[in-house]
């Protein structure tokens, strides 16, 4: 039997030798540059209606354009 996914879960995670934090919780998952505020998200409900490349696609233009 699984664990009910009642509060935010953080683990540490290495992409390409650098350090990120994953966030779990019940609205959807974050993926963060580990010692910054900002990330990537994307809501559970984005990711089983299809949306999520979309989503995903538009959160990393916004982030080129903020930089």
């Given amino acids: 039997m699984a664990t009910k996914l009642d509060k935010v879960l953080k683990r540490e995670i290495e992409i390409d ?4 934090i994953v966030a779990l919780s019940p ?3 974050k993926l963060t540059a580990k010692g910054k505020r900002k990330g990537q998200e994307l809501a559970w409900k984005e990711l089983i209606s299809g949306e999520a490349a979309l989503a995903v696609a538009l959160n990393a233009s916004l982030e080129r354009a903020r930089e």
């Fill in 27 to 29: 609205e959807g998952l």
């Fill in 17 to 20: 030798g650098a350090p990120y």
